[in-house]
């Protein structure tokens, strides 16, 4: 499902947010669902409506929507394209096809979802994906011509960064978090998985080397090769030569044992086959003495030792990622929160907070802040992000954790002023928002919202309730977060309050 997703952002023109989608969707508490879908690209910014529709009015529907459909007995999410009267359907199992009208309704389930296409598309995250390898080759293929410009080398320059370029993708694939991540070569129906293949993990020679390391190790050799010994170009075919049995068995898995073709392997299987070729038809008996084996060897040993640290590495990385993502879908699980937080109760105190979202929405955060602490900055942030993004469905209200008996607290005058403000209907957010978000100095604040500081008794009263209230329930800091009735610990921050909302 999440590669569909993928393909279909990408043609609506949201790569740039691919990365934060996909790591909202691997950490929600509902992964994987189609819930998790909806609610990560809610997180990015990006609209999107989940629906059952009747297939009697698809055609009110935009012209690339997602639908999931039975296939060959099997409920799945595919791509939608309506073009005139013809309907194409695909997805990352499943090759492009055209149904009619007639012939789509049997495949129908009516749960859909349409994402409103992004109208300043952008092509960044593509952009970078291949930048530095389009870079590294134009680097070598540059200090190769210095060196040798003859078809010979420039075909062998070639084949190596297609195979080099190849080899990344197969990487890629291999780690993804994911097996629903399949590479876009790999789309070519029921019989094609990359996955299936790369994933596998097939060793050759105990945990040391598995057939997922030969590419990348031999076309690194091969290019490094001929940038730095291009006398000794050769041995890359000799050793595309001496690598067939290796084909033939890639060949035979694929073809009996996992019963799947792998496009990115076949691809590199056909790149050693040409070097092969290519070597046989330019055969000249290479001169070599013994600083040449070594070189070669030296070589080979450098690859083999990087690759080895730097395959250490990011599958590390991806373990301690996966471990990440498997603690947050525990902390954003709605009701283990419920049950570890602390219950609030605010209505029987009678508190005048003040209030900054829709009083309507059916999720409220509750903030007891002091204009004297700088996590009290982040909170309030954090809290105006939230209720400005989603502003149907938060609100936000403000109360002060204060001692208005402290008359060494030259911040007092800050609290009065914003209760002034909100008692006569002055502008008090941006009050808030200069001192909490904007920071502006005290003396600079109290010039711009030109309120002579005399406290009311209401005023000291209201202060006094708040702080009082907050002094019963235990609450000697700032700020004290409550979101629906429930205390947010130090183990949550604010933005995890859209896991837990009352839908």
């Not at 934060?20 to 910014?45: C, R, W």
Request: glycine share 2%; net charge neutral; proline share 3%.
């Amino acid at each position: 499902m999440l590669n569909t997703i993928i393909a279909y952002l990408h043609r609506l023109g949201f790569n740039h947010k691919l990365n934060e989608f996909k790591n909202n969707y691997y950490s929600h508490p509902n992964y994987p669902s189609l819930l998790a879908i909806t609610d990560s690209l809610n997180l990015v910014g990006i609209e999107n409506v989940a629906a059952n529709v009747p297939f009697n009015n698809i055609n009110n529907l935009p012209n690339k929507f997602v639908a999931e459909l039975v296939v060959n007995n099997k409920n799945d999410f595919f791509i939608i394209e309506k073009v005139d009267d013809e309907f194409f359907i695909s997805n990352e199992n499943f090759k492009r096809k055209q149904y009619s009208f007639q012939s789509l309704t049997v495949f129908w389930t009516g749960l859909i979802l349409l994402v409103e296409e992004n109208e300043s598309p952008t092509t960044k995250e593509n952009d970078s994906r291949y930048s530095n390898f389009i870079l590294l080759a134009i680097i070598g293929l540059c200090l190769v011509l210095l060196k040798n410009n003859s078809f010979y080398t420039i075909v062998q320059l070639i084949l190596s960064l297609t195979g080099l370029f190849l080899s990344l993708e197969i990487n890629k694939s291999f780690f993804s978090g994911s097996k629903d991540i399949e590479s876009k070569f790999c789309n070519y129906g029921n019989d094609f998985s990359c996955n299936d293949i790369i994933k596998s993990n097939t060793e050759i020679f105990k945990k040391h080397l598995s057939f997922v390391d030969l590419p990348i190790l031999f076309f690194s050799f091969s290019f490094l090769l001929q940038v730095f010994f291009p006398n000794l170009i050769e041995i890359i075919g000799l050793l595309s030569l001496l690598s067939s049995p290796v084909i033939l068995y890639s060949i035979y898995y694929q073809k009996f044992k996992a019963k799947k073709w792998c496009v990115l392997c076949l691809s590199v299987s056909f790149v050693i086959i040409l070097n092969s070729i290519l070597f046989l038809l330019n055969f000249n008996s290479p001169k070599v003495d013994f600083v040449d084996v070594f070189n070669v060897f030296f070589l080979m040993l450098i690859v083999y030792m990087f690759w080895k640290v730097i395959k250490k590495n990011i599958l590390k990385n991806n373990d301690l990622q996966n471990q990440n993502n498997a603690l947050l879908r525990f902390k954003r699980d709605k009701e283990i929160f419920e049950k570890l937080s602390k219950n609030v109760e605010l209505n029987s105190a009678n508190l005048n907070l003040i209030e900054l979202g829709n009083e309507n929405a059916r999720n409220t955060i509750i903030l007891f802040i002091s204009p004297s602490c700088p996590h009290c900055h982040k909170a309030f942030k954090e809290s105006i992000e939230i209720i400005e993004k989603f502003p149907e469905a938060y609100n936000l209200k403000i109360g002060f954790n204060v001692n208005v008996n402290n008359n060494e607290n030259p911040f007092i005058d800050v609290v009065f002023i914003i209760l002034r403000l909100h008692s006569s209907n002055g502008d008090y957010k941006n009050a808030l928002i200069d001192w909490h978000i904007r920071n502006m100095e005290i003396e600079k604040w109290k010039e711009k919202w030109e309120m002579t500081v005399i406290s009311t008794k209401n005023e000291i009263e209201e202060i006094k309730n708040q702080f009082n209230w907050c002094l019963q329930n235990d609450f000697h800091y700032a700020p004290v977060r409550v979101f629906n009735g429930f205390l947010l610990n130090e183990n949550y921050d604010l933005k995890d309050v859209f896991y837990f909302v009352d839908d």
